[in-house]
C-alpha cells in the first residue's frame, strides 16, 4: 500500500514563527503536493515538486516555500507564520497521470 | 485557469440513493476522480474514469460523465451512514500533474 506520512496531525504555533510542515511518501512517487483545505474552498495548491530540487508554484504560494531534497520528502515552509494560514494542510504524491495519495492532514493553528 | 464546481451539501436518508454532481471547465482533462474524507482524515481515492468512457461502475458506485456537458456525477446506491463524509471531484489536466479539486459535497446520511 502506498504510504504518505505526515509528521504531525496537529500544531499550534504563534504569529511570526518559521514553521516546517514534513511529508514522506514511500512509494518512490516523482510527483509531491502541499494544498490547504479551508471550509468552503475545497483543496488549493499551494505548491508542488515534479522531481528532486525541483518545485512550482500553485495557485497559493504567497507566504509559503517548499524544501525537496530527497525524493521521499517534501517539506512545505511557512517562513512567518500568520493566523490567515491557519488551516488544514494535506501532503499528496503520485506517479507521472495517476491518481494522488494523500497524507493524513496536518491541522495547523496559528495564535 | 480550470476550474471545478460542486454543490457543497447533500442529505438523503439511509438506503436511498445519493447523487453527487460535478462540473468542470478543463476540455482537455484526461481522467476525473472522485474522492472521499472522512471526518479527521485525509483524502481516500474512491473512482476514477477516463475521459473517453461515459460510465463505470464499481460495486455501490456508478460514475457517469458527460464529455460535451463537462459534467461528472457520482451515484451511490443504498447509501449508508458510513457514507457519510464530504466527497471531492478532481480533474486532471491533460499535459500536467496538477490535480484540481472542487469545493467538495458534504454527504450526510440519515438513519
Known amino acids: 500500500d502506498v504510504k504518505v506520512t505526515q509528521s504531525s496531525r496537529y500544531l499550534v504555533k504563534r504569529t511570526g514563527e518559521k514553521v516546517f510542515l514534513e511529508c514522506v511518501q514511500d512509494?518512490?512517487?516523482?510527483?509531491m503536493f502541499w494544498y490547504r483545505q479551508d471550509p468552503g474552498l475545497g483543496l488549493r495548491l499551494i505548491y508542488f515538486?515534479?522531481?528532486?530540487?525541483?518545485?512550482e508554484k500553485g495557485d497559493i504560494p504567497e507566504g509559503y516555500s517548499v524544501s525537496r531534497e530527497k525524493k521521499e520528502r517534501f517539506s512545505l515552509i511557512l517562513e512567518s507564520a500568520s493566523t490567515n494560514q491557519t488551516s488544514m494542510y494535506l501532503c499528496?504524491?503520485?506517479?507521472?497521470?495517476?491518481?494522488?495519495?494523500f497524507g493524513q492532514g496536518t491541522r495547523l493553528t496559528v495564535v | 485557469g480550470e476550474d471545478v464546481e460542486q454543490s457543497l451539501f447533500l442529505s438523503v436518508r439511509e438506503g436511498d440513493s445519493s447523487v453527487i454532481n460535478c462540473t468542470y471547465t478543463?476540455?482537455?482533462?484526461?481522467?476525473l476522480y472522485w474522492y472521499k474524507q472522512e471526518p479527521g482524515a485525509g483524502l481516500q481515492l474512491l473512482t476514477y474514469?477516463?475521459?473517453?468512457?461515459d460510465m463505470k461502475q464499481d460495486q455501490r458506485l456508478t460514475v457517469l460523465l458527460n464529455k460535451k456537458d463537462k459534467h461528472l456525477s457520482l451515484r451511490i446506491a443504498d447509501t449508508q451512514t458510513g457514507d457519510s463524509a464530504i466527497y471531492f471531484c478532481?480533474?486532471?489536466?491533460?499535459?500536467?500533474?496538477?490535480?484540481?479539486f472542487g469545493a467538495g459535497t458534504i454527504l450526510r446520511v440519515k438513519s
Open positions: 499528496a504524491s503520485s506517479f507521472e497521470n495517476t491518481e494522488a495519495f
Open positions: 512509494m518512490d512517487h516523482e510527483n
Open positions: 515538486s515534479y522531481d528532486v530540487k525541483m518545485k
Open positions: 478543463d476540455s482537455s482533462s484526461t481522467y
Open positions: 474514469i477516463f475521459s473517453n468512457m
Open positions: 478532481a480533474d486532471r489536466e491533460e499535459y500536467g500533474n496538477k490535480l484540481v
